[in-house]
């Protein structure tokens, strides 16, 4: 899932969407000695209530959660590590159902534009990637997001405002393809290929609950930086495929 950007009139680089950035929380938490566990001393955050009791935890999990909740990203709640599993297995469904919905009216991609994408792509990739440009039609947001709004989310991105989607092999777009918006969304196609569609989709799950927007999703990150270059020096060649592997052997993602 990625967005694309395009301004072919200005030349310029842009977004499609704006999300709030990353803001810390004000917030207090109440440590109360067992057996006075009244509510009213609990900490509230974003709809979390937190509770820390002496004789339930140990100092070091007190210091950790404090850590962990007073960095978290305005609009974001507090998941467990099963919580996030399961909102990654939505995520990683949703993709392979939205593939499997527009798959069969994408098509192989611009000849004029392959050309362009020629020496920064795998051949193989670039002749398994199908797209499809919609008229009169938006890509929907998933279904779940009432189940995540309930969690305490508020700054969800929204599909219908963006510009291109990606769903595994299949560019699902809002706008006739230009040649940056093309190349930022075959470099997703290019992640999905190295990371397979589950883990893709759970680093991105990761990457938006640590950044705290879609813009600080390392996934993205990657993806606007190399089509940053692309767009400033497109006669200069590099290998999308060994940018990505780098950033998958150093666990930037």
Not at 159 to 175: K, R, Y
Request: charge should be neutral; include cysteine; glycine fraction near 8%.
């Amino acid at each position: 899932m990625g967005v694309g950007t395009d301004d072919s009139k200005g030349g310029k680089w842009k977004k499609s969407i704006s999300i709030p950035g990353l803001r810390l929380l004000q917030m207090t938490i109440s440590v109360v000695p067992c057996g006075n566990h009244n509510t009213s001393q609990h900490a509230s955050l974003d709809h979390a209530q937190v509770f820390i009791g002496r004789c339930q935890e140990s100092e070091s999990a007190r210091s950790e959660a404090i850590e962990r909740l007073s960095n978290r990203p305005m609009g974001l709640p507090a998941l467990s590590s099963a919580q996030i599993e399961q909102i990654a297995a939505l995520v990683a469904s949703y993709i392979r159902d939205q593939r499997e919905a527009f798959a069969g009216r994408a098509s192989a991609l611009p000849l004029a534009l392959l050309v362009q994408m020629n020496v920064f792509f795998r051949p193989e990739l670039l002749g398994s990637t199908r797209a499809v440009v919609l008229e009169n039609q938006r890509v929907g947001n998933p279904d779940f997001y009432p189940k995540l709004e309930a969690l305490g989310f508020r700054n969800l991105p929204d599909f219908s405002g963006m510009a291109a989607i990606t769903f595994n092999d299949v560019i699902v777009s809002h706008e006739p393809f230009g040649s940056p918006l093309l190349f930022h969304e075959l470099v997703h196609v290019e992640q999905y290929r190295q990371l397979g569609v589950d883990r893709f989709a759970e680093l991105y799950v990761k990457g938006f609950l640590s950044g705290g927007s879609y813009e600080a999703i390392p996934l993205e990150i990657n993806a606007y930086g190399l089509e940053g270059v692309f767009r400033n020096t497109p006669h200069r060649r590099f290998s999308v495929e060994e940018e990505v592997s780098t950033w998958v052997r150093e666990r930037r993602f």
